[in-house]
């Protein structure tokens, strides 16, 4: 065994003893919640959501650790399941479940059969995905996710936060604040944050310095990102207290590292291409947001899987927009 800038690695090309190579997988899962194959990374993400909220960071654990878990037992791919893939989507649906739904012992039940499904469906998608060679990306957790909060109405012992939108027809929106340095500069860091639905300053910054230790590029996007979501909310004159608090950026942050880090090589071409996505990101986070409404259901990542697949699947016929060589369904 030895200790990499990834994580641990067999020095031999044999597997690591389980005792090792699970939380290492785990860890690796909670890191490719946005992208990144590194435990390194995945200890960081957990340490800054653990800064803001126990209950999230078990929960971000837990998750992860139940999602790999069900792909080792059914038999996944080991080497999908040594890159984290099975467990991030896990990850995203216990935090998710913990942030909308009363905390109460039916909620975890809930949390450890979410996760474990949520491998299934990846399993699911990757198979129907390699069709078109696109990637699954976070969409499992949004499948999953949504289905438990859509079943509130039928559920009478599943509780929601006031976190979990009311349910009507969207109103009209107004300028609302006004935004100053201090807002900029939160929301910069919150948008990278509300990835795993943390409102935290210190927790983007470790977010932050997660992408940093993985690849500087993903750092740097992750942030032009969460500036660009923004910058789009402000002028279009999007509320100042969703503006501070990260609401339009962490799918435009997610948006940025996939095509500025990893689907797409770097370039002139590329970076313009991706800056559009980005920007297209945030437009699609507040019309994804109004639709769902009537459903009283948060768009999640959504918009941020929606866009990436249109901009991947567009790529195969701009020739100066060069694709990164990946693996299908990474």
């Known amino acids: ?32 919640v946005m992208l990144q194959n590194n435990s390194w990374t995945g200890l960081l993400f957990l340490i800054g959501i653990f800064c803001n909220s126990t209950l999230f960071g078990l929960g971000a654990l837990a998750g992860a650790a139940v999602s790999t878990a069900t792909a080792m037992v059914l038999g996944a791919d080991r080497s999908r ?18 942030y909308f739904l009363e905390p109460d012992a039916l909620t975890w039940t809930c949390v ?7 491998s299934i469906v990846m399993a699911a998608m990757l198979r129907l995905l390699q069709f078109w060679q696109i990637p699954v990306l976070t969409a499992p957790f949004v499948l999953t996710s949504m289905c438990f909060f859509l079943a509130i ?55 932050a310095l997660g992408l940093l230790v993985s690849s500087r590029r993903a750092c740097a996007a992750a942030l032009l990102g969460s500036l660009t979501g923004l910058v789009v909310a402000w002028g279009m ?26 689907f797409l090589r770097p370039g ?11 920007i297209a990101t945030a ?10 409404e009537p459903l009283g259901i948060p768009a999640l990542t959504l918009p941020f899987v929606l866009v990436v697949w249109v901009f991947v699947l567009a790529a195969a016929h701009f020739p100066r927009v060069r694709a ?4 299908p369904g990474a």
């Not at 399941?81 to 913990?98: T, Y």
């Not at 437009?283 to 769902?292: D, H, K, Q, R, Y």
Request: overall charge neutral.
């Open 1 to 32: 065994m030895k200790i990499s800038s990834s994580g641990l690695l067999s020095a031999d090309g044999a597997p690591l003893p389980a005792i090792l190579e699970f939380p290492d997988s785990v860890l690796r899962g909670i890191g490719q």
């Open 153 to 207: 109405a039928r559920f009478g012992r599943l509780h929601s936060t006031h976190l979990l939108p009311t349910a009507g027809l969207p109103a009209s929106a107004t300028v609302e604040g006004i935004v100053t340095a201090s807002t900029v500069a939160q929301g910069l860091f919150n948008g990278i944050a509300q990835v795993c639905f943390q409102g935290s300053v210190v927790t983007g910054i470790l977010f």
């Open 268 to 278: 002139a071409h590329s970076l313009a291409y991706g800056a559009v996505a980005t």
């Open 324 to 327: 990164a060589v990946i693996q």
């Open 81 to 98: 399941v040594r890159a984290g893939m099975f467990g991030f989507n896990g990850a995203l649906v216990a935090i998710a479940l913990l």
């Open 237 to 262: 004159g999007a509320a100042e207290p969703a503006i501070r608090a990260g609401a339009f950026g962490f799918n435009s942050v997610l948006t940025a590292i996939a095509l500025w880090s990893v």
């Open 283 to 292: 437009v699609a986070f507040a019309a994804i947001s109004a639709a769902l």
């Open 112 to 118: 450890v059969f979410a996760s474990l499904c949520s």
